[in-house]
């Protein structure tokens, strides 16, 4: 038991230090190419931190372990707002930007209430359990494409504003070195801490589904967590915000679509409507609360934290 803290803290510390080479290595390499830095934080920062998801999913579906497989991804979404983002406020709220509000949050719920349809199959056909195919898995991606279009949009209007991107930190190549090894020390980091805080949860007798939702995901979404406070802190706004939404939309299409796409189908009963509700709720609130006045406060961020809990007790209770 002591081994195992013990090495979940160097994760954690681990994660810190590669989170503050992974942010100043991103806004670089976005200046050099004289793109905004939310553009890096849609994409460079939110896939890559999403890289445990990834990883968890396939070997989920390829063990036949669908409660894990949906876990990863509607537990790592609703987290990632009620409690990555909250947690980054509580530290140092920040502004959000109006695109943000316009334009991505609105893309996020889209593609949230997407998947909430796909999760219908009791209610459409009677099933016994929710399940997604194959022709489910390509839709995910067919939303996952608008997500795209969208992104070449910004580039497109980045590049009518090259004159107000800062002067870049570090050269290209330094900037992608210190991408690499960020990206590398988080994920492994995070294998760290979730490894073995999910033996110590195992030891203790939890269940497959509160693990998937609150071990699992909380420690996969360590990257998020510790990437969007640095990049808080060094008032890079636009990348934190980024990340958590194209971490979202990064991983319902993709964590969740592109395993059972290629795969096949994927089926869970420990997952119902309500979990999805919940994910719907935490993208509904992240927009109220940006759309009102342009910033989270602390007591939203609290407010978030609040719903987290309530799921949580749901579930034990469940």
């Not at 070449?152 to 992608?176: G, N, Q, W």
């Amino acid at each position: 038991m002591l081994l195992n803290i013990g090495l979940a803290v160097a994760g954690f510390v681990m994660l810190i230090k590669c989170a503050d080479i992974f942010v100043d290595g991103s806004a670089s390499l976005a200046r050099n190419f004289k793109i905004s830095t939310a553009i890096i934080g849609l994409t460079i920062v939110a896939f890559g931190t999403s890289a445990p998801e990834i990883a968890i999913s396939f070997n989920s579906h390829l063990s036949g372990n669908n409660d894990l497989l949906f876990g990863n991804v509607i537990g790592s979404s609703i987290t990632n707002i009620l409690v990555i983002l909250a947690v980054a406020i509580l530290v140092k709220p920040f502004k959000i930007e109006l695109d943000v509000i316009r334009k991505q949050i609105p893309i996020l719920l889209w593609v949230t209430l997407g998947l909430s349809v796909l999760f219908l199959d009791p209610f459409l056909n009677g099933a016994t359990t929710h399940s997604l195919s194959r022709a489910d898995g390509a839709v995910l991606l067919l939303f996952f494409s608008i997500f795209v279009y969208y992104l070449i949009t910004i580039l497109k209007a980045d590049k009518e504003k090259e004159s107000l991107i800062e002067a870049p930190k570090y050269k290209r190549t330094k900037s992608v070195w210190l991408i690499l090894l960020g990206l590398a020390g988080i994920i492994f980091g995070s294998n760290l801490v979730v490894n073995h805080v999910e033996q110590l949860a195992t030891s203790i007798g939890i269940s497959q589904k509160i693990i998937s939702v609150t071990v699992i995901s909380i420690g996969t979404s360590l990257p998020e967590l510790v990437t969007i406070i640095v990049a808080g802190k060094k008032g890079e706004n636009k990348m934190a915000i980024g990340s958590i939404i194209g971490g979202n939309i990064f991983n319902i299409c993709i964590v969740l679509g592109l395993p059972i796409l290629i795969l096949g189908e994927a089926a869970t009963m420990a997952f119902t409507f309500i979990d999805v509700i919940f994910m719907i709720l935490a993208a509904v609130l992240l927009w109220l609360f940006s759309a009102t006045s342009r910033e989270i406060k602390r007591l939203e961020a609290i407010a978030f934290l609040a719903i987290y809990v309530a799921y949580v007790g749901y579930i034990i209770i469940q």
